[in-house]
């Protein structure tokens, strides 16, 4: 049973747009999203996270949005740049008090295409 | 500046043989990951180490067993290797949860292992 769902295998946005990924997830335990980007024959990078207590975090060009009663986030870049292309995997963790704090469960990944 | 460092990257095993992976970190995190990530899925937890001393099944842990061998250094140990084992292992560390705040894992750059 896939707890966390990435619907979409990729998507390819032009230069300067706008690129937005969503993930939902169907474990309303879950309190920590993170999202990471991974290049070929590299490890996952970490981008950004946001708390369950949050529904909105910024970093420069990265924003992520948390509708926890839709169990819905998605992960905004403007502009998007040639470098963003990469595969994005959004991870959800438990609660803080609980023991499956430390344990990320992971998405399958969308892979973003940033054409010229 | 290395982080998580993995060894070997690559390695080719018959079935049967047995292998240890590395896995070593430089950023005095007390908590350590190994994942696996196969075609069209996530990277999935095997085991993972809360602090020095402990160990614990995630996900998909037949088939391997783990040593925290000091805080820096998590091996990961396939004792007799199937082809069901073929993947991609990553190997994560991170800040132990506090009951106040979660941090994002750090990766190592992966191993790739094929069984044949």
Redesign the interface.
């Known amino acids: 049973d896939q707890q ?1 769902k990435q619907n979409s295998p990729s998507l390819s946005v032009q230069e300067g747009r706008i690129s937005i990924l969503n993930c939902d997830y169907t474990n309303s335990m879950f ?2 999203f ?1 999202w ?1 980007k991974k290049y070929p ?6 981008l950004i ?1 946001i ?1 369950s207590i949050k529904d909105k975090n910024e970093d420069g060009r990265f924003t992520v949005f948390l509708n926890k009663s839709a169990k819905h986030l998605s992960l905004h870049i403007v502009p998007s740049q040639p470098g963003d292309s990469a595969v994005y ?1 959004c ?1 959800a ?1 438990g609660a ?2 609980t023991g499956t ?9 969308t892979r973003l295409q940033v054409t010229l | 500046n290395a982080g ?1 460092t993995q060894t070997p990257k690559f390695q080719v095993l018959k079935t049967g043989q047995s292998m240890t992976l590395q896995c070593a970190q430089d950023m005095n995190h007390n ?1 350590m ?1 190994w ?1 696996r990530q196969d075609p ?6 095997i085991y ?1 180490s ?1 602090s020095e001393g402990t160990t614990d099944k ?2 998909v842990p037949n088939g391997y067993n783990v040593s925290r061998l000091n805080k820096r250094e998590f091996s990961l140990r396939l004792e007799s290797a199937a082809p069901s084992q073929t993947s991609v292992y ?1 190997c ?1 560390s ?1 800040v ?7 941090q ?7 191993t790739r292992l094929s069984i044949l």
């Open positions: 966390v309190d920590y993170l990471y024959a590299e490890g996952p990078t970490f996270s708390s995997f991870a963790s803080l008090n704090a430390s344990k990320l469960t992971f998405g399958t990944g | 998580v908590s990951y994942y069209g899925m996530g990277l999935r937890l993972y809360a995630g996900e990553f994560a991170g132990r949860p506090s009951p106040f705040s979660n994002p894992q750090h990766f190592g750059d992966g």
